[in-house]
């Protein structure tokens, strides 16, 4: 069975530029979790979704949003780029919204220069 | 913002030694805990988990305990070996919440 997959694997931007990332869960999946992490701060919930709905969102300003399909594939949007979005975009997937582990994938590395 | 703490962000060892990295939970409702490793330029890799109702689960050379009393969580590494070297992150989750709170992680580095 193929893991979570995301892309792409690396990406660079200027600040107030708009990126859009990818995930594609373990087959079967239908909760999708994203993370932001970062050296200083660790990893950081952004938000998760179960059946194309959202149910729980992080501490993360409105520039940060995402979307699940009907396939339970997942994007998440960063606008207006700023410095401090530079990091590690993990997306993780898991069979059950709650108390089951999340299966990781590699992450998007974004650097906002 | 939330997070699960941490009581040492690095760790020595020497191969073929035990580790031990332990970790402080706030929210007594959590019900669900689990250790992940994490190698450089790959995301979290699942250890092992353990639910409230247990205070004790073994894998494969790792063993987890819970004391809910005190809200601590360790993962014990029998025989410490070159590869565990790594970051090592634990996570706390509920069953009305939707979202796994990460710790900050330890490092563990292991001396050959």
């Known amino acids: 069975k193929a893991g979570v997959t995301q892309t792409p694997r690396y990406l660079i931007k200027t600040r107030g530029q708009q990126v859009t990332l990818s995930c594609s869960p373990i087959?079967?999946?239908?909760?999708v979790s994203w993370y932001q992490q970062t050296p200083g701060q660790g990893l950081q919930f952004l938000f998760e979704y179960f059946s194309e709905t959202q149910r729980n969102k992080g501490n993360f300003p409105g520039r940060f949003s995402g979307r699940q399909f009907s396939n339970s594939r997942s994007e998440m949007n960063v606008s207006t780029l700023e410095l401090g979005d530079s990091a590690l975009y993990l997306c993780?997937?898991?069979?059950?919204?709650?108390?089951?582990?999340?299966?990781f994938g590699s992450g998007t590395q974004l650097s906002v220069l | 913002g939330e997070s699960v703490g941490l009581h040492l962000p690095t760790l020595s060892v020497q191969e073929g030694d035990n580790s031990i990295i332990n970790c402080a939970y706030s929210?007594?409702?959590?019900?669900?805990f689990i250790w992940y490793k994490q190698e450089s330029g790959k995301g979290p890799q699942f250890i092992i988990d353990?639910?409230?109702?247990?205070d004790k689960r073994q894998g494969q050379r790792v063993t987890v305990l819970l004391n809910k009393t005190v809200k601590h969580l360790s993962l014990q590494i029998a025989a410490t070996q070159p590869g565990d070297s790594a970051v090592y992150f634990c996570?706390?989750?509920?069953?009305?919440?939707?979202?796994?709170?990460f710790g900050s992680g330890t490092r563990l580095l292991v001396r050959p």
């Open positions: 929210n007594s409702a959590s019900d669900y």
């Open positions: 993780a997937s898991r069979g059950r919204p709650t108390n089951e582990k999340l299966f």
């Open positions: 353990i639910r409230s109702n247990m």
């Open positions: 087959s079967g999946h239908r909760s």
């Open positions: 996570a706390e989750n509920s069953e009305s919440s939707y979202k796994l709170i």
